[in-house]
């Protein structure tokens, strides 16, 4: 079983839509990234948050502690947001662990 | 402030020959962290160095190093290149070591091995 696992690993939608992506982790952590990957492969972390919520314009990041779950939700959802998502989680050893990514279509 | 700088960007190696690709991390950072990206087994850590030194290693064999200039800047290096090394090669800078510390990552350097 992954440490770090990520649902769905694909997600088509309409654009508009409010969409939900969720990671559960099985390790200790300091910190939970939310990371965003376009077709190019380039990496842009979105958030970073070891409790409660985040939000960046249309992006908001929740996480849950005690059920070692976060979810990142995406408001108004456009096409240009058709990427990959990764959830990684940092588990203070320095190392990340990432999970499998959810790939995510958003179609006009 | 200029990100995190990877070259190059595209590599197609034969096997048998060895690679070594670049990381210049945000000016300031003093962390930089080597991840191999591959369809089936996603991204996975391959080292962390801090202070050129190397803090942190994962599973992978002997053939993937790494080291780390004064000005932080680093390199990994690939050799013996077999075909399953090729992969999107990922590195991050962060300011420090600590897992809590945000990380910024490159474009990656995406890796052909024929």
């Known amino acids: 079983k992954n440490e770090v696992e990520q649902s769905p690993q694909n997600l088509t939608a309409q654009e508009g839509e409010f969409i939900t992506i969720n990671c559960s982790y099985s390790?200790?952590?300091?910190?939970l990234h939310w990371l965003q990957q376009h077709p190019g492969g380039g990496i842009v972390s979105l958030f970073m948050?070891?409790?409660g919520k985040k939000k960046h314009g249309r992006l908001i990041a929740t996480i849950n502690i005690q059920e070692k779950h976060s979810s990142l939700h995406i408001t108004a959802s456009h096409p240009r947001d058709s990427a990959v998502y990764i959830c990684a989680a940092g588990p203070g050893d320095d190392k990340i662990i990432f999970g499998k990514g959810t790939r995510l279509h958003i179609l006009p | 402030k200029a990100g995190v700088t990877q070259t190059p960007r595209y590599l197609i190696k034969t096997r048998g020959q060895q690679v070594t690709l670049s990381c210049s991390p945000i000016?300031?950072?003093?962390?930089v962290s080597w991840y191999q990206q591959t369809p089936g087994q996603g991204l996975q850590f391959l080292f962390e160095?801090?202070?050129?030194?190397?803090?942190n290693k994962g599973n992978f064999p002997g053939r993937f190093s790494g080291r780390q200039f004064s000005n932080s800047r680093s390199e990994m290096n690939v050799s013996t290149l077999e075909l399953g090394d090729s992969a999107l090669y990922l590195c991050?800078?962060?300011?420090?070591?600590?897992?809590?510390?945000?990380?910024?990552f490159g474009q990656g350097t995406r890796l052909t091995v024929v």
């Open positions: 991050a800078s962060r300011t420090h070591l600590q897992g809590h510390i945000e990380a910024f």
């Open positions: 000016s300031g950072h003093r962390s």
């Open positions: 160095y801090f202070s050129e030194t190397q803090r």
């Open positions: 948050l070891s409790s």
């Open positions: 390790v200790g952590i300091s910190a």
